[in-house]
């Protein structure tokens, strides 16, 4: 037990150290390496996995939604972003830039795509003539560089993963629908299949995306009680349509600008989905986004060894076909406490137990890795109990996220009282804003929190401006954020 | 009638001029488009969707054999291109570099990946370090980039979309058996996925891999009798173990360096699949890589319309329901003469056509793409009848590419005889070779053809060297390449 002990130290709790351990979180599970390119991490197969999963499922949604997926390069001339001015100012500071190619100078230097709005504006351009050609709805799964001075593995890396809605309408009406549409399926998915809950609502005016006319956004609370930003929805209105000359003929042969939306998640999800449910024994994933589902652990002396991995191999194969992910560790060179405790750090949800006396009365032991709850099951009932279990736990672990982010959800009306909080804990706050931006930056100031975002259901309107105290004109949601 | 003949006009012939045709097919077809970044394109959904099929195919059967995915950094520091002396060679010329990045000169120059050896050789350095891990089985989904002086759409673009699996082994024995084992997949999938025939061998020294120990690929003959690498694999040897300092701790305790494989396909398969099976009416897709397998087309006259029509989507469901990738096209604006030659153009394999004849016999009509076979089928054996017809195509397909190969596979003995076959047609030739780089320059120079590789299984060996005569060491396949 002592060895046991001993690795389960190795992680730095969370109370002590909340960074410390998600670095050790995310080393010891094995998700991640550094790499040598300064802000540009490895994504290993146990981290990569994850996203394959969530890839899988969004993919799934956005072709049920009528969306097919594209490439477009990965270089932008530099003369593109300077056709959008706020999306310039955004992005410049950030891009790294191509000078040179097969031993010679560019004429044009060529950035790296921090995100694809101009070179997919410019293609549109030559696609759409009509309102026949529209809507025109496409995702792009890629590659993306944004040199980010501080980073941190998954939430904020130089190059990260992401997918890339980008979609072009013949009205407002029909835009905005889409924008909305895209921000549900985002909450759903965060919701239901990471198990994440979020607050749905939009971005004010200085923390939208550079170029976009509105943003929306799904804000969740990490385990420290800071947001993370897990997806967003734009409608450019016809921003990038007249700096790109996006026009088509409408139905009454007049020539008009196309109202076009974009919308993303990326592979910050993996750090959300860390940060909010794992724990001291490290990762713990949500059974739909779990790499491995259950993992099948024989136990008992020697003797009657052989006979308990047989029938284990038989009850794997079982499972497997059912369509469970399972895996099996029969290896003798580790006790079974080192493989309980290593497969919870992992973040397993499911862990099968079976020993000789399992054997003798025809059962399997499971324990949940989020509640530690065991049940005996039959072994001829065990496919079922098995998909009532990780559905049970993808359930808990949704509600428990909730639980967690309503007790750390303040109503505040003065800024001291917001400085406060923020001071003794991190939390999420709510507030009336008046809505200027010298209000939300003396907030930033102030509290090192910024507005998360204006909620679409708030528990209660607030009357009055936290900073200026002046009439509200929105309650906004603020927070530290990743 | 007229405009129909127009419309396929519209496509240059390929005995006219078959660049012309493979242009005028990918445009009309719509499956990419130019990008304004000198020789990157856009692979646009009908073209992006093939691709999806064939990473979806290919995916399986990496993981299948052990292997994972993983990510790796798109950015390479120049000092590791130094650090193999055959790599940087072979690579340094095509290298577009990153020299500033968020407004600073880099004190580092970073080239785009063009392959990612070097990357992952520095990583498994680090993860490698007991014959315990390993074997190491990882693969990678991502863009590349190679600067290319000549580009052509998918068959040579400067960012490209592939596959790279790079592992490590402990012995020699090992690494050429996963370097052969990955050749034997894409060959079968080459072969009963794209319905390519291929010759499958060793490549020539002077054309391996740069870094390579050896290089062995798969090698398919377009329509106008030119070569395209399908899939190469590589033993490295110790090379890039040398070069990154991968070592391990071997079952007797002794440092070892690994031995190493890398093998790839990318989208340049989308221009193979083309230019072997269309032909002067477009496209021609064999079903398992066509995003649209099935193109259901109501005919008839106005009175009996909606009837069709909605036995037709009633068909459409069943179709959808058991897997076929089938769509429906009741528009009223187009003919149905028009939409014919539309989908032949666009290659999809399978035509239905229902019309109130039908109607009263319980019946459908199948029309091949292909081979232009009409079968009348009976709906209630629809699903049955469309399953063996899709089959029946995708092998016809396969036999009737193998046989154009044969007979444009010419065995020569004389550079007087291949010259003269590559001046009046293109093909691939079989011929002696003594092993000098000399003889095989001599060919390139007079014939413009390249050594393809040096095939598993020939229909004779020939005992001498096409050039200098001496005795031939090795029976070579040579063609002109794209």
């Known amino acids: ?59 799934a949604k956005f072709k049920e939604t009528g969306h097919r997926n594209a490439y477009f390069p990965l270089f932008i001339p530099e003369s593109f972003f300077q056709k959008e001015k706020e999306h310039v100012e955004g992005f410049n500071p950030e891009l790294p830039w191509v000078t040179e190619a097969a031993g010679e100078k560019l004429e044009e230097r060529l950035a790296i795509r921090p995100t694809s709005e101009t070179m997919i504006g410019h293609m549109y351009a030559k696609w759409i003539q009509s309102y026949r050609d529209l809507p025109l709805l496409v995702n792009q799964w890629a590659n993306v560089v944004r040199w980010e001075k501080r980073t941190l593995p998954f939430l904020r890396t130089s190059e990260f993963l992401w997918q890339e809605g980008h979609t072009a309408h013949e009205t407002e009406e029909e835009a905005r629908e889409e924008t909305m549409r895209m921000l549900d399926i985002y909450r759903a998915f965060v919701e239901d299949f990471l198990s994440i809950p979020v607050i749905v609502g939009q971005k004010t005016p200085s923390e939208k995306f550079a170029g976009a006319r509105d943003t929306y956004s799904i804000e969740a609370m990490m385990k420290d009680g800071r947001a993370v930003q897990a997806g967003t929805s734009h409608y450019m209105g016809t921003n990038f349509a007249e700096a790109f000359d996006i026009k088509f003929l409408d139905r009454d042969n007049q020539l008009q600008f196309a109202h076009t939306t974009s919308w993303g998640v990326s ?33 008992g002396p020697a003797k009657t060894r052989e006979q308990v991995v047989a029938k284990a191999d038989e009850l794997y194969a079982e499972l497997k076909a059912a369509g469970i992910r399972v895996r099996i560790d029969d290896r003798t060179d580790q006790s079974p406490g080192w493989k309980f405790n290593e497969y919870e750090m992992r973040g397993v949800p499911l862990r099968l137990e079976i020993g000789p006396r399992d054997m003798e009365n025809g059962q399997v032991v499971l324990v949940s890795r989020h509640s530690g709850e065991k049940r005996i099951v039959q072994q001829d009932r065990l496919i079922e109990e098995v998909r009532t279990m990780l559905d049970d736990i993808q359930k808990q672990m949704y509600e428990d996220a909730k639980s967690f982010m309503q007790d750390n959800f303040k109503s505040v009306d003065t800024l001291d009282e917001m400085r406060g909080m923020m001071e003794q804990k991190r939390g ?19 509290t090192g929190a910024t507005s998360r975002n204006i909620p679409f259901e708030v528990s209660e309107h607030k009357s009055q401006c936290l900073v200026c105290e002046e009439n509200a004109k929105h309650t906004v949601v603020f927070a530290r954020a990743y």
Chains 1, 2 share one sequence.
């Open 267 to 299: 592979t910050r999800l993996i750090g959300a989905l860390i940060m909010v449910h794992g724990d001291d024994r490290g990762l713990n994933l949500p059974p739909k986004v779990a790499p491995t589902q259950l993992i099948m652990i024989p136990i």
């Open 1 to 59: 037990m002592s060895k046991d002990k001993q690795f389960v130290k190795e992680i730095t709790p969370q109370g002590e150290d909340f960074s410390r351990w998600y670095i050790d979180v995310i080393k010891k599970a094995d998700l991640m390496d550094y790499s040598p390119v300064r802000g540009c991490i490895v994504f290993k197969p146990e981290g990569y996995e994850i996203w394959e999963l969530m890839q899988r499922e969004l993919d």
């Open 428 to 446: 999420f706050v709510l507030a009336g804003w008046c809505g200027s931006d010298a209000c939300e930056h003396t907030v930033k100031e102030e």
